[in-house]
């Protein structure tokens, strides 16, 4: 299967743009010069209910709408590309509105290890026992989400990208750090690499494979975005790639595939159930996360399909996350009492091999806060969160549950405030102070 990228050049040859209104084509020529927009032909092909297309959900999640920059940045861009204006008074607006956009949410660029003195770029290690590693060639995707907080590194001319193409020295780093079990392969996705590739890492990992690194990760929407990867009967690499997760299964490590699906329809074609059942014949595991996002899947019937999807294929749920606040995070967030409940209501119908997931969680500054639930408190009438980081910079803040004071409204943890104990048996309108 040859694989066709759609971006916004080229993205009118979509045969299927015979059903767009001349107007929706604009806003995409506008809205894509701020939001990487890219998509390809199996998600045009496959995923996509043209028909229907304002309200699919695999529509929103590639490509751009207006409603995903407010008036005044649509207006400024919709006004600099039309008029007679130079390359650099374009693009001096465009990254004005892309810099308006917190490009980098929860300190994304902090966490480099440093070993003997020299920073690791192309990695990062924020908690004790694992590290992340964004291979220099993983740095794109099969499409590009238009929700991603990854999105400052799609755009070159940010120069915000991080990469690194010495995985020796991440391996020296893990030896000196027997804390470290694991390895996560993120970008972007490692998976838009050749097995060739991609070996070249792994076998260097493989060949002097510090005792302590027992698992193996790789994050990737591969399965959702371009799942021929994975078929030998239309890839010709793909037997090579199931190759290398056998390879690395028989060396005895834990290999854990982190899918990323955002929709129950990512999961409901002959092609991605076939490749699901190739990786998982080498023996990998493979964990499903998504964020939970506004016009794409904020449903708890999408979710509780999708998790009885999963399960039937032998996939484990993992993380449900909320979006973060960047890019377009106007458009998709969810006030955190909806998503608790959204996610109540979905992993209430959705039986027994759901419960590994954990979620909702916010992967914030400090680390992941999951959203435990919602309590009341009798004495006092009031409402709080229950939290916990399940993830924490100081691994001894993990697990600790905490009350946040409930709010209809709040996006994100900053948002909320902590109630001390002593609140707590003190009725409302009697606190003395
Ligand atoms: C989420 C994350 C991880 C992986 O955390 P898990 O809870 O094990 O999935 C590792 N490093 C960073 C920086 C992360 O944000
Ligand atoms: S697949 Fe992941 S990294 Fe790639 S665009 Fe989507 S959310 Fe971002």
Known sequence: MRFITYNAKNYRDIEYMKYLPEEVKREID??????????????????????????????????????????????????????????????????????EMNPHPAQQMTNVPVLDGEKLEGSQHKYRDIILFFPSQGQTCHAHCTFCFRWPQFIKDLDLKFSMREIEKVVEYIKKNESINEI???????????????????????????????????????????????????SDEAEDMLRLFRRIV????????????????????????????????????????????????????AWARMWKMQIELGLVPYYMFVERETGPYDYFQIPLAEVYQTYQEAIRESGSFAKTLTGPVMSADKGKVHIMGVADNPVTGEKYFIMQYVRHRDYRQTFRPFFMKYDTQATWVDQLTEVVPEEMTVAAGNKQR
Not at 269 to 297: D, S
């Open 30 to 99: 506008i809205v894509s010069s701020v939001i990487p927009f890219k998509t390809n032909n199996y998600v045009v092909d496959y995923l996509i209910d043209w028909e229907n297309f304002r309200d699919d959900p695999i529509y929103v999640l590639n490509f751009p709408n207006k409603d995903m920059l407010t008036e005044n940045q649509y207006e400024r861009v919709e006004g600099v590309l039309s008029g007679d204006h130079s390359k650099l008074d374009i693009n001096r607006v465009i990254n004005k509105i892309r810099l």
């Open 184 to 234: 996560l392969f993120t970008g972007g996705d490692p998976m838009v690499m050749s097995p060739a590739e991609l070996s070249k890492y792994i076998d260097v990992l493989l060949d002097t494979a510090p005792s302590n690194l027992t698992n193996i990760r790789f994050g990737s929407k591969s399965l959702a975005y371009w799942p021929f990867t994975f078929l030998p009967e239309f």
């Open 250 to 301: 028989e060396k005895g490590k834990h290999l854990s595939f982190m899918a990323h699906f955002n929709h129950p329809v990512e999961l409901d074609n002959e092609i991605v159930e076939q490749a699901i059942f190739n990786i998982r014949q080498t023996g990998a595991e493979i964990r499903t996360q998504a964020p939970i996002l506004n016009h794409i899947n904020n449903d708890s019937g």
